[in-house]
């Protein structure tokens, strides 16, 4: 199938179609057309470069700003090219070094005209709301169906909060954040974010033509994007250059990844390097970039199965210093956030069938997670998290321990969890909420995983008497609420949301909540439950959410596992955060 013809499939299945009459927008290289999407009153552009290609001379280079201009019109109604990675799934709409794109989705029609009114006042522009995928910064693609933004868009204008959405692609893997004492000393260091800069500075310059507000600008991201978020706080310590004025960040922090240096990349790269042919060459990056996209493909996949993968690094100009170091320093942007973790973000990292006795723990604590941790440290991290499933990962599940997975899995659950996202988002929190207005969640709504919304007619489906094409189930039990579980949520697509009121209610909610803090810097509005700002409290503040049916959302101190969070607040910097 066709690209168009596999975005007309897409467009089709979600109930969209496209008028006769295409939108055109004029930016600063050219004009555009998008598709116009009848059924959401929406017009979409897909695929916008917002950069150069990033092959060639390009590759492993600081992004370059685009240098050419055109006459006519250019259509932008496909997802542009995945950068690079290993999954085939994110080739759904190709793959490739010319892969610095963004999509906008803006809501259209006679309520909402940009430009003047009929009595030539300017009408207000539409705040931005800018995400950011995750993957572990080695995998994702703007393109996947969990990142459609129509669904977010439609629920703003019937508020009556209407924004304009975005969404980029960016390098990732070795292709965004390859490093070497020869990348640092060339000065194209820290790709990824700095992709992720020039999208933000093509926005500011590009984004009012699709009436959009440039001084408005939410950066949002969830797991790898999140922590991009976080890192984007802190580039150059804290400087900002207007480019953003508000952050979500769900599920990750800056100092949930690694900041590896030379020690650990220079023998990756030397191994590129000598793959590639190009070990006798005076410039070993130079001739890396003659190579045809083909042949070093394979080498960069094969270079990152070991270990975690290529990340950000502490290159002394776009991340100066260690995350904990700029925050203890107040060296971040001072713009409000919304930020927060799900119950159970352990079990997307525990190991599974490994940890059985106190011996597996100590010694998958000391040898496999990379967080060099000293023996004494180790020790005292398993007294913090005894052997008491009551007290394990996934929350609420009593005496179960889910013993085909480890018989301590929920312990080793709730340590790594708290390592990469509750602890850091404890410290950030502390921080942020000293210059700024922080909001902090904690979302504790077990997901729907496998649901087919077609035909179904409202009866108690995935009982046994509901009717219609469906199959319902939760995730799966030993996952509770996992990471990713608030994605579907605050997107509102109902086919991932899925049928029942409760689910639909808290989605309309946090949609809300979301809505109202990319256009105000405060979730708070009529009807919604009160989310107090973290440090209304002096032990912290997180508004829980949650269905009716469990008790509806409430505000609870950010005393969970405090004892270890804390603990590993103050062993982060081992872990080269």
């Known amino acids: 199938m066709t690209g168009q013809l596999l975005i007309s499939a897409l467009l089709l299945a979600a109930g969209l179609g496209a008028a006769a009459t295409e939108p055109v927008v004029r930016v600063l290289n050219g004009s555009y057309e998008g598709l116009h999407l009848p059924s959401f009153q929406q017009d979409v552009f897909l695929g916008i470069p917002y950069a150069q290609d990033t092959g060639g001379i390009n590759r492993f280079r600081v992004p370059q ?105 960016y390098r990732k893997g070795g292709w965004g954040n390859m490093y070497s004492r020869e990348i640092q000393g ?5 790709l990824a974010l700095r992709d992720m800069r020039k999208a933000l500075a093509w926005i500011q310059e590009n984004i009012g033509a699709f009436g959009g507000d440039a001084s408005s600008v939410t950066i949002w991201g969830e797991s790898a994007g999140s922590f991009a978020v976080g890192q984007l706080l802190l580039t150059y310590g804290g400087r900002t250059d207007g480019l953003f004025h508000r952050s979500i960040q769900e599920s990750g922090s800056a100092a949930s990844a690694w900041y590896n240096g030379s020690d650990w990349y220079q023998p990756i790269y030397d191994k590129i390097v ?29 270079s990152t199965v070991v270990g975690p993968g290529w990340y950000p690094t502490v290159d002394g100009d776009v991340i100066p210093a260690y995350p904990t170091e700029l925050l203890q320093q ?15 973000e352990g079990t997307d990292n525990a190991p599974v069938g490994v940890v059985n006795t106190d011996a597996d723990l100590y010694n998958y604590l000391l040898h496999d997670t990379g967080f ?30 889910f013993a085909d997975k480890g018989y301590q899995y929920k312990r080793v659950a709730a340590i790594v969890g708290d390592v990469f996202y509750h602890a850091p988002r404890l410290d950030d929190a502390r921080h942020y909420a000293k210059g700024a207005p922080t909001f902090v969640y904690r979302f504790n709504t077990r997901p729907i995983d496998g649901y087919n919304d077609i035909a179904y007619n ?18 799966p039990a030993y996952k509770g609420v996992a990471h990713f579980s608030e994605v579907a949520f605050v997107f509102a697509n109902p086919g991932t949301v899925g049928p029942w009121p409760e689910y639909r209610a808290l989605s309309a909610q946090m949609g809300q909540q979301w809505l109202r803090f990319a256009r105000t810097g405060n979730p708070n509005g009529k009807g919604l439950p009160r989310w107090p700002r973290y440090n209304e409290s002096e032990k912290g503040l997180n508004l829980v959410l949650q269905t009716q049916a469990q008790g509806g959302s409430y505000i609870e101190e950010d005393t969970y596992r405090i004892e270890g969070r804390e603990y590993l607040t103050k062993w982060a910097r081992r872990r080269h955060v």
């Open 458 to 475: 409202g009866t108690a489906a995935g009982t046994g008497s509901g009717t219609g094409n469906m199959t319902i189930m939760l995730a």
């Open 330 to 344: 107040g060296r971040f942007a001072q713009v409000p956030h919304l930020y927060g973790t799900n119950s159970d």
């Open 274 to 302: 000598d793959q590639a042919n190009c070990t006798q060459a005076i410039d070993t990056l130079k001739c890396l970039r003659t190579l045809d996209y083909e042949t070093i493909f394979p080498l960069l996949n094969a």
């Open 65 to 169: 700003s685009l240098d050419e201009t055109w006459k006519g019109i250019r259509e932008a109604k496909i997802y542009g090219p995945a950068c690079p990675d290993q999954v085939e799934a994110d080739g759904h709409f190709g793959m490739g070094e010319d892969c610095l794109s963004i999509n906008i989705v803006r809501p259209s029609g006679s309520s909402l005209n940009y430009g003047n009114d009929e009595e030539g006042k300017t009408q207000p522009k539409l705040p931005v709301l800018l995400w950011i995928h995750g993957g572990s910064y080695q995998v994702g693609t703007s393109g996947l169906p969990n990142y459609n933004l129509t669904f977010l868009v439609q629920r703003s204008v019937d508020l009556g909060l209407p924004v304009l959405a975005a969404s980029i692609n």
């Open 372 to 401: 060099g941790f000293p023996v004494s440290t180790i020790r005292r991290v398993m007294e913090l998290y005894p052997d008491d499933p009551s007290q394990g990962i996934p929350l609420n599940t009593g005496a179960e321990r």
């Open 186 to 190: 060339s000065g194209n260091t820290n």
